[in-house]
């Protein structure tokens, strides 16, 4: 089976930068993703690694090293409509995801 | 036009009842998936279904059960539905490595 680990809350001001870390175990390892969910809205993709490393899309990266089963998103020039819930998720050999509980990030001015 | 549709977006019945959730997704991807949120934003895998292949969480009850007319929709179907049952349920599709798409989501509550 899969489980992870996230923190439950973080919060950060405007402009700050903060780091949402993701620990897990797992029966299958095919990668590790993130997504971003507003209240009342839908999880959105934000980012997947495969492989050991840093992957930069605009202010947002995800770090990943297999060996310690550690990941992190790593978030920068916070603003205000980053306020959200943010998972990590494992996905296994058949491409299933299995998230983690979700990270509660408050951004405040 | 939006990828991942599912509908009703809000769902009131009583309990004992049957009820439906449809989705359609317009992307050409070749596997769908239902995740089960409750009102700790859990969210959990329930069914995940390609053209070859359907795989059930172990934990799901078989009061629940996914039907597939075609590639593009999986709709889901609830029987006997408990109080329990309330929650937020979301469709999903994907494409190889791609991300997970889902659809903005049911909300049901059984009273």
């Known amino acids: 089976g899969q489980s992870l680990e996230q923190p439950s809350e973080v919060t950060a001001v405007e402009g700050a930068i903060v780091q949402i870390n993701c620990t897990y175990q797992t029966s299958g390892f095919y990668g590790l993703s993130w997504y971003q969910q507003h209240d009342g809205g839908a999880p959105t993709f934000l980012s997947y690694?495969?492989?050991?490393g840093l992957e930069e899309t605009g202010r947002f990266s995800s770090f990943l090293s297999r060996s310690d089963s550690y990941g992190y998103l790593l978030l920068q020039e916070l603003q205000m409509k980053d306020s959200a819930s943010y998972f990590c998720?494992?996905?296994?050999?058949?491409?299933?995801?299995?998230f983690g509980s979700g990270t509660q990030l408050t951004v405040l001015p | 036009d939006t990828a991942v549709s599912q509908t009703p977006k809000y769902l009131v019945t009583q309990m004992g009842n049957d009820k439906s959730i449809k989705c359609e997704q317009n992307?050409?991807?070749?596997?769908m998936y239902w995740y089960k949120q409750d009102s700790k934003k859990f969210l959990k895998i329930m069914f995940s279904y390609n053209n070859k292949e359907l795989i059930i969480n172990e934990t799901v009850p078989n009061r629940f059960s996914p039907k597939s007319p075609d590639k593009a929709h999986l709709n889901l179907h609830i029987n006997s539905l408990e109080l329990g049952d309330s929650a937020v349920y979301f469709c999903?599709?994907?494409?190889?490595?791609?991300?997970?798409?889902f659809g903005s989501g049911t909300r049901l509550t059984v009273v």
């Open positions: 998720a494992v996905r296994d050999p058949s491409r299933q995801l299995t």
């Open positions: 690694n495969a492989l050991d």
């Open positions: 999903a599709s994907s494409q190889d490595r791609d991300g997970y798409t």
């Open positions: 992307l050409g991807h070749d596997t």
